[in-house]
């Protein structure tokens, strides 16, 4: 286990390690990263796994983590041989669940066991039997399979049956919601998980992605329970497209996303959920020719608004090609710079629709960080807007498989041109949206358009990917976001880097070559009053052993605190979600007695 102290570096070598990182790109360093079993060979692991832990993970980091991600990326059997599925993206759904315990009798007082669960049984058993059967996809570019929003469909409006129990014709394998309101969730299945031996198990476990559609599965077995799209919050949330990355109100615990319907005229519905009724509400309903449809993976919460950014990746013909390509990342146009990207303030409080409108200059982002209010010495409101960002749309193209693992030198063929190589490094920015007093309008008439300020960059490494934040600090003012960097070291990341945006100081946790970390996740320390204060859980592959390990950091240092060895390879994967375990029942009734 590695137990060097995280690597620092400043602002004024900001620039220096950029440049760096693109001719690694040149140069093909990446080449030389060992990440190819992240990608193939991989299995479900029903187990329960005990894993062996090496150093310490604190006993407050205790309750159950749960990891998204491709597993494998080929389908044997179809009527025409074997399907390679062309994009990451499009690799089969699989889910992972860590369960991280205080065991008195271990050593350091704490256990990891691991489990894992393919969900796309009956997608591959449809593409063997049918062929493509019509199915959509992300991004494939033959016979179109299995995808993000791999749905089977003749029209944009999906059908109205509302919950389809065990229809698993569906690819979704992204991200990680619990306990959402509004949706159905089993009686028995909550007692269960209340009562059951992992604390850390909440009741109802969603997994979503880039469509409409949300995948049930049991917290305890990982199985595909049923399957739900939009309308069952709503009727007229009836569009196939939404958003991955829904956010929840950390104080009232509503929810919150977007459903686009495509057509002559897309219509974006911003919505709400009731944490305290499931009651559903239209917050805002933009429908203008102006307002293009877009390929949208997230979107930003504040105290008193959804911010709704429409990025440059426009769909072509209002997204008609999207049917006629049966993929999305073909139906998206060119990447033009004069298409500048929109930003709709959405008053999710009082009712007004749009209160504002914003744009910036042409660009993409995946994740938003985060977002918070603070008053302007005017009595205006400034919204400020962290994104992780980039310059053009060329980094979803360099997430292909044969990019990825360089087969037949598609990965040095892509990285030889300098505009792609500098498009795929993602940039920190933060934008300033000052909205004035009484600000309203119409969400279908064109208001007075502003200019969203940037108020600041930070070019990679020193800022990177699938960021995230101590969730304490969501709709609040943070300073530190905690992300995986690519210095051009591999194909994919190479790292976690800790950004301070307040210095511009970077900490990178100083990891031995071939070792690839997904997501970092912050879990606080209780009561802890440091926004750092707290510790990094990351699913890490060390492709030298063909192996991975979860591994646990301190969020202040960077340094390694311990690890949980797997003994096998977990693919490179997407997002998770760390659900904290609470006392248990005889435990809060020892205490009481105190």
């Not at 007229?236 to 929840?248: E, N």
């Not at 498989?401 to 040095?412: A, F, I, P, T």
């Not at 949206?433 to 009484?438: A, E, S, V, Y």
């Not at 994919?492 to 990891?511: M, P, Q, Y």
Request: glycine share 8%.
């Amino acid at each position: 286990m590695a137990n060097n102290q995280g690597v620092r570096r400043s602002i004024s070598q900001e620039n220096d390690d950029h440049e760096q990182a693109v001719m690694n790109l040149l140069n093909e360093v990446w080449a030389e990263w060992p990440n190819w079993a992240g990608f193939t060979g991989l299995r479900e692991e029903r187990g329960p796994i005990q894993c062996n832990i090496k150093g310490t993970i604190p006993s407050w980091a205790a309750g159950t983590l749960f990891r998204t991600g491709p597993g494998s990326w080929q389908i044997d059997d179809t009527p025409t041989g074997t399907l390679q599925l062309d994009h990451w993206f499009d690799g089969l759904a699989q889910s992972h669940r860590f369960d991280i315990l205080p065991t008195p009798d271990a050593i350091g007082g704490m256990s990891v066991i691991y489990s894992s669960r393919h969900q796309s049984q009956e997608f591959v058993k449809h593409i063997q039997e049918h062929g493509n059967g019509g199915v959509f996809t992300f991004a494939q570019r033959k016979d179109p399979c299995i995808g993000i929003l791999g749905k089977v469909m003749s029209e944009f409006q999906p059908a109205k049956p509302k919950i389809v129990a065990g229809a698993n014709v569906e690819n979704i394998c992204v991200a990680v919601h619990v306990d959402v309101p509004g949706l159905p969730g089993s009686p028995a299945h909550a007692s269960q998980n209340k009562n059951s031996d992992m604390p850390g198990l909440p009741n109802t476990v969603w997994i979503t992605s880039d469509s409409a559609k949300m995948r049930r599965v049991d917290p305890l077995t990982l199985e595909t329970m049923e399957v739900a799209d939009q309308t069952t919050f709503h009727p007229d949330l009836k569009g196939f497209i939404s958003c991955t990355h829904a956010q929840k109100c950390p104080r009232t615990g509503d929810f919150f996303n977007f459903n686009l319907e495509l057509g002559k005229q897309a219509v974006y519905r911003v919505f709400t959920v009731s944490a305290g009724t499931g009651k559903t509400e239209i917050l805002a309903t933009i429908s203008r020719p102006d307002v293009a449809p877009a390929y949208i993976h997230s979107f930003f919460l504040t105290q008193n608004f959804v911010i709704l950014c429409v990025p440059s990746t426009h769909f072509v013909k209002g997204g008609i090609k999207v049917k006629e390509e049966r993929n999305i990342l073909d139906a998206i146009s060119p990447f033009d710079e004069s298409q500048k990207s929109h930003w709709f303030i959405v008053d999710r409080m009082r009712g007004r629709g749009v209160v504002a409108e914003f744009e910036s200059d042409a660009g993409f982002f995946f994740h938003s960080v985060n977002s918070f209010e603070e008053l302007g010495t005017d009595g205006s409101l400034n919204i400020f807007c962290d994104v992780v960002e980039y310059l053009n749309q060329d980094i979803l193209r360099s997430l292909y498989y044969d990019v990825l693992v360089n087969r037949n030198s598609k990965g040095s063929n892509f990285y030889s041109d300098d505009s792609r190589r500098r498009g795929v490094l993602i940039r920190l920015g933060r934008y300033r949206l000052n909205i004035r007093p009484n600000a309203t309008s119409a969400s279908n008439i064109k208001p007075n358009v502003q200019k969203a300020e940037k108020e600041l960059t930070v070019l990679t490494p020193h800022a990177g990917e699938l960021p995230s934040i101590n969730p304490n600090f969501n709709t609040r003012r943070h300073r530190y976001m905690y992300s995986l960097c690519n210095r051009g070291l591999s194909s994919l990341f190479d790292g976690i880097v800790k950004t301070d945006t307040a210095t511009r100081e970077a900490l990178f946790w100083n990891n031995e070559k071939g070792h690839t970390p997904g997501e970092p996740i912050f879990v606080p320390r209780p009561g802890a009053p440091g926004e750092d204060d707290g510790c990094l859980l990351s699913l890490v592959l060390d492709g030298n052993k063909k192996s991975s390990y979860l591994l646990c950091l301190d969020a202040r240092s960077m340094t390694e605190l311990g690890r949980a060895e797997i003994g096998l390879p977990v693919g490179l994967g997407f997002h998770g979600l760390h659900n904290r375990a609470q006392p248990a029942p005889d435990t809060l009734a020892l205490k009481s007695h105190i």
